[in-house]
């Protein structure tokens, strides 16, 4: 057995998990888990990263001695270094309003369509590209001569060595899918310098070793080497799909649902783009074709609204809630930012014409409904533009927790469900990591090893689907 931390950042929260892998055997244990809560400042919303990279280390000093460290979160967002490799100001959040505006002015010297083309990734508002654009002609921009992802930055302050991880700087919207290299045309056009970007390295790539200070600050011995894993989140969590074959849909739950294929080709087609599917990369050379959706965000800002009441009384009571009754359209942006969720779906709801639900049962109940139809959508509507059928759909993530969204899902789609592992992307971050050592084989063994080990729950589709058909079709008329 060997034991391997995962630094896994989620929007909400962060965690340090331990792993220990043998030839037939895989643990996770949560050393340490800590809040991860943005701050609004004048200029606008900011991830406050040293009170997370001070998580991190407590969570390592948790941990104990490990025999490797690799680190994923969320994707795009990025923090400057200066010509002394000093931090200029805290990151900025994908949810900061500064990126209004922004796609447009991209679109003026690279149309939406050619963009696409070249580099494969769906539009949303607050790509890299856009903030980049966003950020043009700012003094820390001007100053910046580094320019690191959030895991990147963090295994920089680690290590003391610097790198672009390749499954997260795929959804910069500056990758060219084919390639797996920069898209140099794209970037030249926009007058952005690739040179603000650390080397790329691969998931499995070594990334250093912990720092002196980092070892006396954790209490480890050293050498510890940190191992690249696929760094965005949503890379290493499909990476932990417990498949057994090709003919699967995965959807990766959280604050966002990803849902969508593992390919091994792009698919770059004008179909493509106007369905809004993006083509990020993955492990060993895979393709990630999948759609954003708002996910359980909605809930979550709802949850807040009303003062965090008891979720499983609420899920229970949304539970006897007539089903469909109301939906809404859990990709539209309208939601992407925080603040009176309640009212706004209550809203959305009564600007359609549909029963406007106002206890926290209908709107949770409309919430998980909306969630189930879109996955619907975004899982049928891969298969076909991947002329790619699948079998069944895994959900892995904080939503396998969420029985009731787990049932619809399979209800929605007509297909069994499988749901887990919860813990995906931290579990594929440590068989990334172990896999680094020899201790696993591919991406199939790595599957297998999950499927034995790891708790599953399936769910079979039951229900109307006319039912489903109908409320997808009322979706589409508005």
Same mark, same amino acid.
């Given at each position: 057995m060997r034991s391997y931390a995962a630094v896994d950042l989620g929007a909400s929260s962060g965690r340090v998990m331990v792993g220990r892998v043998g030839p037939d055997s895989l643990e996770l244990a949560e050393a340490h888990r800590f809040p991860n809560r943005p701050v609004r400042v004048p200029e606008g919303l900011r991830w406050d990263v040293l009170s997370l990279y001070a998580g991190v280390l407590q969570g390592l000093r948790a941990a104990g001695q490990v025999d490797s460290v690799g680190i994923d979160s969320w994707a795009v967002d990025y923090g400057l270094l200066d010509a002394d490799g000093a931090l200029l100001g805290n990151p900025v959040h994908y949810r900061d309003a500064r990126t209004e505006g922004a796609a447009e002015k991209v679109w003026a010297t690279v149309p939406a369509a050619e963009l696409y083309a070249a580099t494969g990734l769906q539009y949303a508002p607050f790509n890299t590209l856009y903030q980049l654009a966003?950020?043009?002609?700012?003094?820390?921009?001007?100053?910046?001569?580094?320019?690191?992802?959030?895991?990147?930055?963090?295994?920089?302050?680690?290590?003391?060595e610097q790198g672009t991880e390749l499954t997260n700087a795929s959804t910069t919207q500056l990758i060219d899918p084919v390639t797996g290299d920069w898209s140099y045309d794209i970037a030249a056009r926009l007058g952005?310098?690739?040179?603000?970007?650390?080397?790329?390295r691969r998931p499995g790539d070594p990334a250093g070793l912990l720092r002196a200070e980092v070892l006396q600050e954790t209490g480890l011995t050293g050498p510890v080497p940190v191992t690249t894993v696929g760094s965005h989140d949503t890379a290493s969590a499909v990476a932990a799909v417990p498949a057994t074959g090709e003919r699967f849909a995965y959807i990766c739950t959280g604050t966002w649902s990803l849902a969508g294929l593992e390919l091994?080709?792009?698919?770059?087609?004008?179909?493509?783009?106007?369905?809004?599917?993006?083509?990020?990369?993955?492990?060993?050379?895979t393709v990630r074709y999948l759609r954003n959706i708002m996910g359980l965000w909605l809930l979550q800002e709802c949850l807040r609204a009303w003062g965090e009441p008891d979720l499983g009384a609420l899920l229970r009571e949304a539970a006897a809630v007539?089903? $469909?009754?109301? @939906?809404?359209?859990?990709?539209? /942006? !309208?939601? #992407?930012?925080?603040?009176?969720?309640?009212? +706004?779906?209550?809203?959305?709801c009564r600007a359609s014409g549909q029963p406007v639900p106002g206890t926290p049962a209908?709107?949770?109940?409309?919430?998980?409904?909306?969630?189930?139809?879109?996955?619907?959508?975004?899982?049928?509507?891969?298969?076909?533009?991947?002329?790619?059928?699948?079998?069944?759909?895994?959900?892995?993530?904080?939503?396998?927790?969420?029985?009731?969204?787990?049932?619809?899902?399979?209800?929605?789609?007509? $297909?069994?469900? @499988?749901?887990?592992?919860?813990? /995906? !992307?931290? #579990?594929?971050?440590?068989?990334v990591q172990a +896999?680094?050592?020899?201790?696993?084989?591919?991406?199939?063994?790595?599957?297998?090893?999950?499927?034995?080990?790891?708790?599953?729950t399936r769910y079979e589709p039951r229900g109307d689907a006319e039912r489903w058909r109908e409320a997808e079709a009322r979706l589409a008329t508005r």
């Open positions: 966003a950020a043009h002609g700012t003094r820390q921009l001007a100053h910046a001569r580094r320019l690191l992802l959030i895991p990147d930055l963090l295994a920089y302050w680690l290590t003391g952005i310098d690739l040179e603000l970007f650390a080397p790329l091994t080709a792009p698919v770059l087609t004008e179909e493509s783009r106007a369905a809004n599917f993006t083509n990020e990369l993955g492990l060993d050379g007539p089903a $469909l009754r109301s @939906v809404v359209d859990a990709g539209d /942006a !309208a939601f #992407l930012a925080p603040g009176r969720m309640p009212e +706004r779906i209550a809203e959305a209908e709107i949770t109940r409309c919430i998980l409904d909306s969630l189930a139809l879109a996955h619907r959508r975004a899982v049928d509507e891969a298969q076909r533009l991947a002329d790619h059928p699948v079998d069944v759909v895994h959900i892995v993530g904080g939503g396998t927790r969420n029985a009731l969204l787990c049932q619809l899902t399979a209800d929605a789609c007509g $297909l069994p469900v @499988v749901a887990g592992p919860t813990e /995906a !992307a931290a #579990l594929g971050n440590v068989l +896999r680094a050592h020899q201790l696993v084989g591919d991406r199939a063994d790595m599957r297998r090893l999950l499927a034995r080990t790891q708790t599953l």
